[in-house]
């Protein structure tokens, strides 16, 4: 079955800019997404498809990929942007998987 | 607006199953593709499968065949996620999330979530 890779700690700064990344096979065929989710509560989509941010999502967020790599970067990180994230995909049998997530942590 | 609204935590003795329940309002329920998402506490986001509620056709991640049952009920816009033959690593936040595309293409992109059900299996 698919994998997707993440790295599982991220700093920043803040007000800084800060990417973080996904790898898979799946990736090279289709488009991940980014979910957001903080302690105690649901994840949030905050990116899909080729760079698409859900209503209500500020535009700091912003989404890319290249080969079997995605990347979600932040521009200008807040300090409610403190919190994990995590990538998926679906692949070609139609299942999805999830990364393993990153835990961001804004300085 | 569209909610995903769960049902309540259980509390389950090894080897018992689970159905868990997902009430969906605010658009066409049998329009778009129902995932089930589980999180183990401390862990991270685990998809276990996904319902087309139009067909009842499943899919099932390859870790949960054969012990998850995944259904729904379009008369009441509700998916049902049963898992059985319980284990205590099967204690987690399960929840219901729908699929952003409608059902001519599978996205996975899981736009609406629901609130989440704990299920805690302990003897």
């Known amino acids: 079955s698919s994998e997707l890779t993440q790295d599982p700690a991220v700093s920043v700064a803040l007000g800084q800019t800060v990417r973080i990344t996904c790898q898979g096979d799946?990736?090279?065929?289709?488009?991940a997404s980014w979910y957001q989710q903080k302690p105690g509560q649901a994840p949030v989509l905050v990116i899909y498809?080729?760079?698409n941010r859900p209503s209500g999502i500020p535009d700091r967020f912003s989404g890319s990929s290249s080969g079997n790599t995605a990347s979600l970067t932040i521009t200008g990180a807040q300090a409610e942007d403190e919190a994990d994230y995590y990538c998926?995909?679906?692949?070609?049998?139609?299942?999805?998987?999830f990364g393993g997530g990153t835990k961001l942590t804004v300085l | 607006q569209v909610q995903l609204v769960q049902s309540g935590a259980e509390v389950k003795k090894p080897g018992a199953s689970v159905k868990v329940s997902c009430k969906a309002s605010g658009y066409t329920f049998t329009g778009y593709y129902m995932h089930w998402v589980r999180q183990a506490p401390g862990q991270g986001l685990e998809w276990m499968g996904w319902?087309?509620?139009?067909?009842?056709?499943?899919n099932y991640a390859q870790k949960f065949q054969g012990r998850v049952t995944m259904t729904r009920d379009t008369s009441i816009s509700t998916a049902y996620m049963e898992l059985s033959r319980l284990r205590s690593d099967d204690t987690a936040v399960y929840y219901c999330?729908?699929?952003?595309?409608?059902?001519?293409?599978?996205?996975?992109?899981?736009?609406?979530w629901g609130q989440g059900t704990l299920v805690t299996v302990s003897s």
């Open positions: 319902i087309n509620p139009n067909s009842g056709g499943t």
């Open positions: 999330a729908r699929d952003r595309g409608g059902l001519r293409e599978l996205l996975g992109f899981l736009v609406y």
């Open positions: 799946s990736l090279r065929s289709y488009y």
């Open positions: 498809g080729k760079n």
């Open positions: 998926n995909s679906r692949d070609s049998s139609g299942t999805v998987v």
